[in-house]
């Protein structure tokens, strides 16, 4: 945990999207301060009539290459959260050549009693996490 599910338009390649997804994965790291191997991803691709995103009034550009992070994860400060959104903003430019904004970030939080990893147990809850 966290979890993070990416809605995007159909039509990345394998090498590519693999990239998206380790790059995401390195800024959650190191913005949210997780282990390496704490990776839960999730991606969704959609037809383009399927995936309407637009600028809420910003001027922004968006273009087929948009992606939309959506983030479920124990509760973060908010110093966290924008160390986040610039992480992603940056790296998956530079990296991805994905424009800024082209990306859309929301987080949802829960508690610990919220998950559970496999065999019908609470790990947070019964401290085997």
């Given at each position: 945990?966290?979890?993070?599910?990416?809605?995007?338009?159909?039509?990345r390649?394998?090498?590519?999207l693999r990239?998206?997804?380790d790059?995401?994965?390195?800024a959650?790291?190191?913005?949210f301060?997780?282990?390496?191997?704490?990776r839960?991803?999730?991606?969704?691709?959609?037809?383009a009539?399927?995936?309407?995103?637009?600028?809420?009034?910003l001027?922004?550009?968006?273009?087929?290459?948009?992606?939309?992070i959506?983030?479920?994860?124990?509760?973060?400060?908010?110093?966290?959260?924008?160390?986040?959104?610039?992480?992603?903003?940056?790296?998956?430019?530079?990296?991805?050549?994905?424009?800024?904004?082209?990306?859309?970030?929301?987080?949802?939080?829960?508690?610990?009693?919220?998950?559970?990893?496999?065999m019908?147990e609470?790990q947070?809850?019964?401290?085997?996490l």
């Open positions: 945990m966290p979890l993070l599910r990416f809605d995007l338009i159909e039509g390649d394998d090498k590519a990239k998206l997804l790059t995401a994965h390195g959650v790291v190191e913005a301060d997780v282990p390496p191997s704490d839960y991803q999730i991606v969704h691709q959609h037809p009539n399927e995936l309407v995103i637009e600028d809420t009034g001027g922004f550009a968006r273009t087929r290459e948009v992606v939309v959506s983030i479920v994860s124990k509760a973060r400060t908010t110093s966290q959260k924008e160390k986040l959104y610039a992480l992603l903003a940056s790296k998956l430019e530079s990296e991805c050549g994905l424009s800024p904004e082209n990306l859309v970030v929301s987080i949802t939080e829960n508690s610990d009693a919220d998950w559970s990893f496999g019908g609470a947070f809850i019964t401290g085997k």
